[in-house]
T-cell receptor
Framework: EAGVTQFPSHSVIEKGQTVTLRCDPISGHDNLYWYRRVMGKEIKFLLHFVKESKQDESGMPNNRFLAERTGGTYSTLKVQPAELEDSGVYFC???????????FGPGTRLLVL | AQSVTQLDSHVSVSEGTPVLLRCNYSSSYSPSLFWYVQHPNKGLQLLLKYTSAATLVKGINGFEAEFKKSETSFHLTKPSAHMSDAAEYFCALHMTGTASKLTFGTGTRLQVTL
């Protein structure tokens, strides 16, 4: 069974540009989560999808961040326009309905210059 | 509100000696607790989890953790460190029985020396 995959693995962009991160969860996992780790800090929750619906988006920093999960499969996280403080590692995780354990992808390392 | 405190940002041990990574938590509800490990340039891998069953939990690669409610702790241990254990370790919690978000500690980087 394939794990959670994320694309790209790394992204370097300039302030003001747009970046789109993609996450493919484990097949059959209804729950999809986005987290972010800014350098030296803890991993922080961004949002949670159940299928295609946003269950909890309390961690989204501001309206420059837009997450979608069309069709309840893969998800995208768009940052527009990117700011310096958006740099960090963005993790995606997924879990089955009714199961607590979340399985994480390798992360996307975003650097905004 | 809930929080996780990992008491040491860095721990260094010699190969073959015991490992202790400390985690304390605060939660207004009955928590499930997790330890994840991240090796360089890799994703987070689940080591073990506590979900209100046995308080001593065994995980992969010889790691185990004990849930102590009276001390609000969930420390991670291993009897004998191996070079391949060098990585960053994260303690996390969420509300038992839910698919809610994880709250993480700041991580502990484990260094293993010869």
């Amino acid at each position: 069974e394939a794990g959670v995959t994320q694309f790209p693995s790394h992204s370097v962009i300039e302030k003001g540009q747009t970046v789109t991160l993609r996450c493919d969860p484990i097949s059959g996992h209804d729950n999809l989560y986005w987290y972010r780790r800014v350098m030296g800090k803890e991993i922080k929750f961004l949002l949670h999808f159940v299928k295609e619906s946003k269950q909890d988006e309390s961690g989204m920093p501001n309206n420059r961040f837009l997450a979608e999960r069309t069709g309840g499969t893969y998800s995208t996280l768009k940052v527009q326009p990117a700011e310096l403080e958006d740099s960090g590692v963005y993790f995606c995780a997924s879990s089955k309905q009714g199961v607590e354990t979340q399985y994480f992808g390798p992360g996307t390392r975003l650097l905004v210059l | 509100a809930q929080s996780v405190t990992q008491l040491d940002s860095h721990v260094s041990v010699s190969e073959g000696t015991p490992v202790l990574l400390r985690c304390n938590y605060s939660s207004s509800y009955s928590p499930s607790l997790f330890w994840y490990v991240q090796h360089p340039n890799k994703g987070l891998q689940l080591l073990l989890k506590y979900t209100s069953a046995a308080t001593l939990v065994k995980g992969i690669n010889g790691f185990e953790a004990e849930f102590k409610k009276s001390e609000t702790s969930f420390h991670l241990t291993k009897p004998s460190a191996h070079m391949s254990d060098a990585a960053e370790y994260f303690c996390a919690l969420h509300m038992t029985g839910t698919a809610s978000k994880l709250t993480f500690g700041t991580g502990t980087r484990l260094q293993v020396t010869l």
